[in-house]
């Protein structure tokens, strides 16, 4: 199993930055796949990007290619997540999540889950 804890959401002005983090402790970190989702109150939790064991490959939906960039650091044992150009759309509960097999966008494939960060973007 994989532990995880996020960090580093809050309130930013539109246009603004934001660093998250994912800190994963149990066993090997670099052995999964960690990808970030979000969710808004009433709807189902929202693929923003992923990256591969290795780091050598992301995936990114479409709204955040551009404007995030998705890391990490596997001697740290570490995740991040830079948003940069935020918007009010971009406000929601982000989540960073892991799978010890392939890069998938559906969040029901993810057994490991961290507690979530608010994002919150002001117009």
């Known amino acids: 199993q994989v532990q995880l804890v996020e960090s580093g959401g809050g309130l930013v002005q539109t246009g603004g930055s934001l660093r998250l983090s994912c800190a994963a402790s149990g066993r090997t970190f670099s052995s999964y796949i960690i990808t970030w989702f979000r969710q808004t109150p009433g709807k189902e939790r929202e693929f923003v990007a992923g990256?591969?064991?290795?780091?050598?490959?992301?995936l990114y939906a479409d709204f955040a290619k551009g404007r995030f960039t998705i890391s990490r650091d596997n001697a740290k044992n570490m995740a991040g997540l830079q948003m940069n150009g935020l918007k009010p759309e971009d406000t929601a509960v982000y989540y960073c999540a892991a799978r010890s097999s392939a890069l998938v966008i559906n969040s029901a494939s993810y057994p490991y889950w961290g507690q979530g960060t608010q994002v919150t973007v002001s117009s």
């Open positions: 990256i591969t064991r290795s780091g050598g490959s992301t």
